[in-house]
């Protein structure tokens, strides 16, 4: 097998490329070091991004109540004889489900503090979110998220 000078050059960049790329920011390659304030604040909007809570809501409804020999008696509720039926309105509770809001991109209304190594705490107009960078521990379901090649378990202090 003859190889040339050239082939063997040209094998030698290609591997030292593939080495700088893979260090410099290749898809899937793992990066160290510190995440920008941009990719804190993408990580936080992508843990609300879709998310839903519920949340309880009392509304009036209509009820129908029977007439007692009282209410009869004393024309109580409209009531002219015991048995005749009434409406009243009562407050109901029910559970709504809800969609949390997109949140804004990058502006000088988020505030971002760091907490610790790794650790931030993130907030926008009275919200708030603890972040912390991942390097290969588990994560909780529904907590880890990506921004900028970093990975990162995002805990809202709030419903989202």
């Known amino acids: 097998m003859v190889v040339t000078l050239n082939a063997l050059i040209r094998i030698a960049s ?23 304030r941009e990719h804190l604040i993408q990580a936080v909007r992508s843990s609300a991004s879709g998310r839903t809570y519920t949340e309880p809501v009392t509304q009036p409804r209509s009820q129908s109540r029977t007439c007692t020999s009282v209410d009869a008696r004393t024309h109580r509720h409209g009531c002219a004889v015991a048995g005749q039926t009434y409406q009243v309105m009562v407050p109901v509770t029910t ?55 970093f990975s990162f378990s995002v805990v809202p202090r709030q419903r989202c």
Not at 20 to 35: I, K, M, S
Not at 115 to 132: A, I, N, P, Y
């Open 14 to 36: 290609v591997s030292l490329l593939l080495v700088v790329e893979g260090a410099c920011g290749v898809p899937g390659a793992p990066l160290h070091g510190e995440p920008s």
């Open 95 to 149: 559970t709504e489900t809800r969609q949390c809001p997109t949140l804004p991109g990058p502006d000088s209304n988020w505030n971002v503090q760091a907490q610790g190594d790794d650790k931030w705490r993130v907030s926008r107009s009275g919200s708030v979110w603890d972040v912390e960078k991942l390097s290969g521990q588990q994560v909780k379901a529904g907590t880890g998220f990506t921004a900028g090649g």
